[in-house]
């Protein structure tokens, strides 16, 4: 973006200015007198320098964002927000790019399971094929980036000692132990070559696969929607504002990505009912990320800059482009179900990804901590002045 | 007493969490305003919990060279410099070629660095900071060497500011309601009968959670072990009847170690005593039970906002809205499975017609 990296360039060339004279400044500091009043504090001029010290962060680039963003007014002024240094308050997670990976493969498996669970019972092969073959592939994948995230990734069973309501990470494990049999079973009977079919095994499979499957089929809105619990129940702001509406998000996501993978793998005639479950999907992802962006208070501006900004608006994109191309050609056209599939697809990718990096880029920032954190303060203290608490 | 265990106001933590005949449960009151920053408590911590040395860099940030809380800084003294005094004192610079102090250069030497940091800095006193990735685009000045004239000899009296140092010894606050415990998926976090909070080093396996759900930004995973890591408030000398190592350490009783609710009755005498002293802007940090983690076994007494001791103004358990998040998550589980169900049921329809 390129109006921020000028207001960065600017802020910065004052530092180096300041680097030069920094005997100079020494003795214009000294003419500050030590209380100066907060709002001289973002004024560029060395007067204020000191007040903006110990009123602000010294972030200059940073704290003047808040005005911008599409005109919107500052949510608080800022010369009311302070830091030790500048120094975040919280700890940035520690998750990699794996973690959003996990939290698209993890939707597209769930999102595929209930395509080929439904396709079983409506007698769709094709479709029952891609759908169980589709979610195993993404649900290995998801494993591997769970596991391999880990600190310590020989002890990922540890996570299986326990069951723990409070950790929606506890709670997403079992789920998975439930989600994830069924959807073993069912594509491994999919892979069972011809000439194996008669063996006993093989029959047995056959038996079992179909009410295995629906079992993972039943677990899948589960799959879909704790994802996003599991982010928002922690302190990251830019998870944890969001937590009213990334349900809906994630588990619109999940829907657009199974169905847009069946749309992808199976021929037209068999695919109706995934195209359905895509653009249903898809229309609510769209929507509710709508909701989630009106809704958001300071961590808007985490949203609506930079890399987050720009994954989430190609998300959304590409999103709308699949959603168009599911209503009117993928019932038509091979090619084009192919790629509206492939567009959904990669608008859900780009969603969970963008929503991680808001996360991370939340915590990196004193100000989206203590201003919000001010507030609610400043508003507990407005209401306990009207009312008094009664002291029962 | 039962109620309350995910948030609010809980009076037996140990006894919730299911130790029977426990001990009562202890924590620290730290009283900043007798700080004097020696970190031997910082010291003290590292020798006895053998935490490895996590770099011994400059950061720029006052005599703070530790930064922050992390997997391998358990006690973290902060220094801030004010150009003010403490209620009546008399910092003792009249007619003293006093200056103001030199934290804004340094704010502004180490803003850019930070961010640019691993992880945002989150990772600070665990390396160096190294200079901005794109030096032409964040040109930082170096502080350079001590310069020899006496800082404000080139002023007048009229330009000299009063001034105080703010330092204060951080440490886990072992919470009521524990956002790090909560999450944990294995169990290695655990509610001591102390009623403190540990890791099992033995059951960790590294999943990080616990670094995203504490609200303080104080546990943190250990780079090259893998395993989270932070103050035990000295889990094993307590079980031998000895005060943690920093508040043995600490030469003015900064660091108060002792039972919770003798902790909050000799804080809350403080608090007073100082503001009869005319010391209005103290305030106790984590006492109150009723705030968003239920009350600190940590405690602090500070003498400005918490922000400019980088603590959270107004810290909530992230588990405190879990019942709202799963009721959400739930209507969108259904509405998952409505529109599974329905693409198959409105695909057969429109097959018959
Ligand atoms: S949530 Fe943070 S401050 Fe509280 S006990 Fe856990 S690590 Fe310590
Ligand atoms: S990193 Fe270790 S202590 Fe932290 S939540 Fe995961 S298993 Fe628990």
Redo the contacts between chains.
Sequence with gaps: MTER?GT??SD??R??E??AQ?EN???D????P??EPPEQSSEEGSIG??A???QG???GR?RRRGGRGRGEPTVVPDAE???????????????EWKIAAYLFAGGLA?GSS??AA?AD??GRPALRRAGWLGSFAALLASLYFLVS?????E??H??L??L?P?????VG?WILSVFGPGVGAAAVRELVPRRWRRTWPARLLDRLARPLGLSA?VT???V???T??LL?????PGW?EV??EL??V???S??ASG?GFGMLCAPVEEA??????AA??AA?ELLAAKRMEQRMGLIGEVYRHGKVHRLRRASEVLTLAGLAGTVLVAGRSRSGAAASGLALLAGSALQRFGVFEA?MES????RY??VP??E??AAREARAAVAPPDPG | MTGNR?SGPLHDVAGEAGHDDHPPRVGFFTDTSVCIGCKACEVACKEWNAVPEDGLDMLG?SYDNT??L?ANSWRHV?F?E???STGRQDPGFLGLPT??TG??????????R??DSE????E?GTGPLDAPKAES??????L?MPAFAR??D??GAE????FRWLMASDVCKHCTHA?CL???????LFRTEFGTVVVQQD???????C???????????RPH????QKCTLCYDRLHGGLEPACAKACPTDSIQFGELDELRERADRRLAQLHELGVGEARLYGRDPDDGVGGDGAFFLLLD?P??????????V??R??P???R??????????L??????V???I??RR
């Design positions: 990296e960065s360039h910065t060339e530092v180096g300041a680097a920094a400044r020494d003795i500091q000294r003419v500050a030590p209380a320098r000191e903006q010290l110990f962060s010294g972030l940073r927000f302070r830091s030790y240094y500048g120094r975040p308050v919280l700890k940035a997670p520690v998750w769930a209930v395509v439904g019972l409506t995230d880990l600190g310590r990734p002890r990922f540890h996570m000692r326990v723990k409070t950790s929606p990470m506890s494990t089929a899948a809105p589960g879909a929607s704790y996003a619990v928002s129940h922690t302190a990251v944890n937590r009213d349900p809906f994630f588990a619109g999940a829907a169905g109706a009912p995934a195209r359905v479950f249903v999907g609510g996360g915590t990196k920032d004193p901590v203590v954190q001010r609610r303060l | 995910i940030m930064g922050s992390g902060a801030i004010q150009p003010r200056g103001p934290t804004s250069i340094m704010a502004e030497a180490v803003g850019p930070l961010r992880r945002g800095g989150s600070l685009e964040h040109p930082v000045q170096e350079g800082p404000g080139a002023t330009g000299r500011t009063d956002g909560d999450v944990c998926p294995t169990g290695a059951i960790c396996n590294g999943c990080g959670y670094v995203s759900g504490c609200p303080y930004g104080v546990i943190d995973r072990d893998g395993r989270a906002e922000e400019v001791y980088g603590l959270p103004p107004d810290p909530v992230p588990t809205d879990a709202s998040m799963w959400r998550a739930g209507a969108a589980a259904a509405a998952f499975a529109a599974g169900v329905g693409a198959f409105s695909a057969a429109g097959a």
